[in-house]
């Protein structure tokens, strides 16, 4: 049984920074992407970060330059460092893995940006 475990969210000001972490648990061969997704409320999910086997990563108009995905493929664990947080990163946060050709997801964490 895979288990994805989000971490590190919290409240923060406006400018702010946060760091979550995600580790995956149980039997697991092969990690093809690492990502992140947020949904905010009222919203639909949406993608923020991904970083795929070859390491490429991909994100966001919204939070390029801002955030930075990285991933410790040894301890099956990925990160997401936010910087100048926003009011519009407020959303519960999602850590989602591809293993083996099935998508895998965290039980959420919410991210709250006061201004």
């Known amino acids: 049984q895979v288990q994805l475990v989000e971490s590190g969210g919290g409240f923060v000001q406006a400018g702010g920074s946060l760091r979550l972490s995600c580790a995956a648990s149980g039997t697991i061969y092969s990690i093809t992407t690492m990502a992140w997704y947020r949904q905010a409320p009222g919203k639909e999910r949406e993608m923020v970060a991904g970083i795929a086997g070859g390491g490429v990563t991909k994100y966001a108009d919204s939070v390029q330059g801002r955030f930075t995905i990285s991933r410790d493929i040894v301890k099956k664990t990925v990160h997401l460092q936010m910087k100048n947080l926003e009011r519009e990163d407020t959303a519960v946060y999602f850590c989602?893995?591809?293993?083996?050709?099935?998508?895998?997801w965290g039980q959420g964490i919410q991210v709250t940006v006061s201004s």
């Open positions: 989602n893995m591809d293993i083996r050709g099935r998508p895998y």
